[in-house]
Structure formats: structure tokens, C-alpha cells
């Protein structure tokens, strides 16, 4: 009796060849996926680009799985006219608003070669349903009912503020900028940097004759209304002027992403390659030009420092009442940008040589270019003696606010 209990545990032991025959292999390894290797990625039905996903199966159980979402990491190399390791490839915004890497964990259901999934998750900053297949060499993602877990500012729409050629200060821009140092108009003679900018704002030199505007003005011919979804998504009414057009637009979905952060703070996430483009004009601009210098050095600072706004967002200021709303970057953001490249910029020699020979061959400055230009070289020390700064746009609530438009 002794000896047959024992043996007991040694013919357990053998009896697992039904567990084997049981045995679930995921046919699909540890893949990842982009628009350029199989990745379709809708989030609310719209595609969208520039992201990546990484499967990775269960090692001990084929029917799990992890899904990773993240966006693909932006080459900024080709804006440098030299190779720059730390500039070189850098994060971008994720999926989600609000996280740069989100990772679920999914249940498969295996058919031959495919997988299949779906099921509800969340990030810190929404909610979402999640549904989609995936084989050896594509991956179809379907995010949807998105909903923000801060709604302050969900499912609201709001115009900009119209302007006003009497009120400098009651207008589309809002400024702000107290600093020690004033601007200098002439020799002696200084203005506030913030009274000089609403004047600047408010002086008809885009156009000619009595067709020109003021930049203020034009402002509300290039820009209707924002709308803030319950999706995280921002979509903008505008008019595409530069191009020729004449009717508004409404921007694409998953362009331009948000999210409340706490009361009167919000982060918003821009669509990278947009950011990168325009840095990629100033660069090249920069190198056709001839600017020299320490040029090279402030375009890595300058890729550093928006490089990382790409990738964790622009954190705005808002306030707000009723029927009215300011959003603003302040002093937390600008001044770093301001004085690591502006001022580095307004020193240089070379590049002010080439704005000053601008402003001269512009003829809306006329008899005002020397006192630009006495302003611009004054910049550098109103800069650096800021105390107090926001500069953002003034909206007014639209008459009706939509879920989905």
C-alpha cells in the first residue's frame, strides 16, 4: 500500500499528453507594425498615420497577447546640414492624447494564420473600444468611442473673436509682456514691448493700398472656429489663403489632438510632420541664405526644444467664463524658446544683416524701417528682463456647441 501511494505522483506526472494535444501556438511572433509594414489604423473611423504598433504574443499562452501603441519616431537629421546624434531621431505623439505609449492586453482568437481581438480599455486620460485582426504581414486596428475622462472643454466650439480697429485691445490676440526694458523707437525714446506689439498687430501691412489688413485683422479671414471633441480630437474651421481659397475648410480628423490636465490647463498635440515641415523651410532657408555663425548650433536647439513639444505636447493656459475663452502659452514656455533662439537669432550678424536689407526693400515699412529695425535690435534685452508674458488668441462661445461636428 506504501509503495502504490507513492508511485501515485509519478503516474500523474505522465499524464499530460491531453494537455499537449491542447497546447494553443499563436501563429504569429512578436511583429511590429507601421503604415509601411501593414498597419491600418483608424481611430473614430479615420485613418491615421505616423503610428506604431508592436504584437507581442503570450509565450505560455497562444490565445494572449500585448498590444503596444506608440508613434513612429521622427527623423529630424535631414534639417541639419550636418549629422547630430542627439537631434537625430526623437519621439512623436502616441494614439492617445495625453500618452506617448499606451499597452493592452488582448484576447485572441485564432483562425489559421489570422488573429482576431477586441474588447474595452483605458489610459489615464479616456476610455476606448478596441477591435482588429492581425496576420504575419498586416495588422487592421479599429479605436473607437473614445471619450475623454476630462470633459471640460468636450463637445464645445468656439469662433474667434472678431476685430476690432478701434480697440487694440479687444481683439482675436491676446498679449501680455511686462518686462524691465522697453522697446527703444529712437534714440531716448522707448514704448512697453506689450504696446508696441498691439500697434504692430493693428497696422494695415499685409495687402496694398485700401485693401490692406492689419495681421490681427486677417486672422479672422484665416480662422472661423475650433471645436473641441469628446474624442480628444480639435478640428478647425479655416480658410486655406496662401493656396488660393476662398471657402472654409474644415481640418481633418487626427490631425490635432488635446487634453485637460487640470482647471485652465490643457496640453494640446500637433501633427508632427506639419511642425516639421516648417522647420525644415527654416532651415533651408537659413542654409540658401548664407546665415552662418553659431546658426547651425541654435537650428539643434531649436529642433530640441520642439522636438519635445511634438512628443508631450504644448502645454496651454486657458480661462474661462460662460461665453468667453483666452488660450495662451505663457511665460513657462516662451521664455526658454525665446531667449535659447530667438535672441541667439537677433545677435547674429549675419542673419540681421539679411532682415535689415529686407525691411529696407520693403516698401509698406516706407519711413518706419529704421525704427523696426532699432526695435528688433532692442529685442534681445526686453527678452532677457521679462517678467511677465502670454501671447494666445481670445474666443467667444458659438451659438451652439455639437458632439460630433
Request: glycine letters at 6%.
Given at each position: 500500500m506504501f509503495v502504490a501511494l507513492c508511485s501515485i505522483p509519478l503516474f500523474t506526472s505522465c499524464s499530460n499528453d491531453d494537455d499537449d494535444d491542447n497546447f494553443v501556438i499563436c501563429p504569429i511572433g512578436a511583429t511590429e507594425y507601421t503604415s509601411?509594414?501593414?498597419?491600418?489604423?483608424t481611430y473614430e473611423g479615420e485613418p491615421m498615420l505616423g503610428k506604431l504598433v508592436r504584437f507581442l504574443p503570450d509565450a505560455f499562452d497562444g490565445t494572449k497577447a500585448q498590444l503596444t501603441l506608440e508613434g513612429e519616431p521622427l527623423d529630424w537629421?535631414?534639417?541639419l546640414s550636418r549629422a547630430d546624434a542627439s537631434v537625430s531621431t526623437m519621439a512623436s505623439p502616441g494614439v492617445f492624447p495625453g500618452s506617448t505609449s499606451v499597452t493592452i492586453d488582448v484576447d485572441l482568437t485564432i483562425n489559421g494564420d489570422q488573429c482576431s481581438f477586441s474588447g474595452v480599455s483605458e489610459t489615464d486620460y479616456c476610455t476606448f473600444k478596441y477591435e482588429g485582426k492581425v496576420s504575419a504581414g498586416?495588422?487592421?486596428?479599429?479605436?473607437?468611442?473614445v471619450m475623454l475622462k476630462n470633459d471640460a472643454l468636450a463637445a464645445t466650439r468656439w469662433n474667434l473673436l472678431p476685430y476690432d480697429e478701434l480697440d487694440a485691445n479687444n481683439g482675436p490676440v491676446h498679449i501680455v509682456w511686462t518686462s524691465e526694458k522697453g522697446v527703444e523707437i529712437f534714440s531716448g525714446f522707448e514704448l512697453p514691448i506689450e504696446s508696441v506689439l498691439k500697434l504692430a498687430l493693428s497696422m494695415p501691412l499685409i495687402g496694398e493700398g485700401d485693401d490692406a489688413k492689419a495681421a490681427a485683422q486677417m486672422l479672422n479671414a484665416v480662422l472661423q472656429n475650433v471645436t473641441f471633441r469628446p474624442?480628444?480630437?480639435?478640428?478647425?474651421t479655416y480658410m486655406d489663403v496662401a493656396n488660393g481659397s476662398t471657402s472654409w475648410e474644415r481640418s481633418p480628423s487626427n490631425l490635432a489632438q488635446y487634453v485637460v490636465e487640470a482647471d485652465g490647463q490643457m496640453r494640446v498635440f500637433l501633427n508632427?510632420?506639419?511642425?516639421?515641415?516648417?522647420?525644415?523651410r527654416a532651415a533651408r532657408a537659413a542654409r540658401e541664405n548664407n546665415v552662418g555663425g553659431d546658426m547651425s548650433a541654435v537650428l539643434v536647439q531649436a529642433i530640441q526644444a520642439i522636438s519635445r513639444m511634438v512628443s508631450e505636447g504644448v502645454p496651454l493656459s486657458y480661462t474661462r467664463d460662460?461665453?468667453?475663452?483666452?488660450?495662451?502659452l505663457d511665460e513657462e514656455v516662451l521664455l526658454p524658446l525665446l531667449k535659447g533662439i530667438v535672441v541667439p537669432l537677433l545677435q547674429n550678424e549675419d542673419f540681421m544683416n539679411l532682415i535689415i536689407e529686407a525691411i529696407a526693400s520693403d516698401?509698406?515699412?516706407g519711413s518706419m524701417s529704421g525704427m523696426v529695425v532699432?526695435?528688433?535690435q532692442s529685442l534681445p534685452e526686453v527678452i532677457n528682463t521679462t517678467t511677465e508674458l502670454e501671447i494666445g488668441l481670445n474666443l467667444v462661445k458659438a451659438q451652439a456647441d455639437l458632439m460630433h461636428n
Open positions: 509601411a509594414s501593414g498597419l491600418n489604423l537629421s535631414s534639417l498586416s495588422m487592421d486596428l479599429s479605436l473607437s468611442d474624442n480628444g480630437n480639435i478640428v478647425a508632427p510632420q506639419a511642425i516639421m515641415a516648417a522647420t525644415s460662460a461665453d468667453n475663452m483666452t488660450v495662451f516698401p509698406s515699412f532699432g526695435a528688433l
